[in-house]
């Protein structure tokens, strides 16, 4: 059964910190662009940061760009994101996903493995 889930969410005051992690099992995922959505109440889900494969490319929505950055880890077949400088328009769930396709997609559809989410909150 292929899995993918998200830990490190939490409560945290505008300005801080937080580190995100996703480990998949099930299959290797060494292959699969990972990707970093999150989805706020009454919101669509958008897409955060993206790494490909080899992770030595990355992508980001342009909101987070200068303060979270993705990274990945094949061995322990697990992606993080760091979080940095939080604001209170980062609040929302945040889901790992996994797809095999060419480049970084920010698009939900060419994501086909998605974790339960985790909850960021960040009061001020």
């Known amino acids: 059964q292929v899995q993918l889930v998200e830990s490190g969410g939490g409560l945290v005051q505008a300005g801080g910190s937080l580190r995100l992690s996703c480990t998949a099992s099930?299959?290797?995922?060494?292959?699969?662009?990972m990707g970093w959505f999150r989805q706020a109440p009454g919101k669509e889900r958008e897409f955060v940061a993206g790494?490909?494969?080899?992770?030595?490319?990355?992508r980001y929505a342009d909101s987070v760009k200068g303060r979270f950055t993705i990274s990945r880890d094949n061995a322990k077949n697990t992606v993080y994101l760091q979080m940095s400088s939080l604001k209170l328009e980062d609040t929302a769930v945040y889901y790992c996903?996994?797809?095999?396709?060419?480049?970084?997609?920010?698009?939900?559809?060419?994501?086909?493995?998605w974790g339960q989410g985790t909850q960021v909150t960040v009061s001020s």
């Open positions: 996903a996994a797809g095999l396709m060419t480049g970084i997609w920010a698009s939900r559809t060419q994501y086909d493995n």
């Open positions: 099930g299959r290797t995922f060494s292959g699969d662009t």
């Open positions: 790494i490909n494969w080899s992770g030595v490319n990355t």
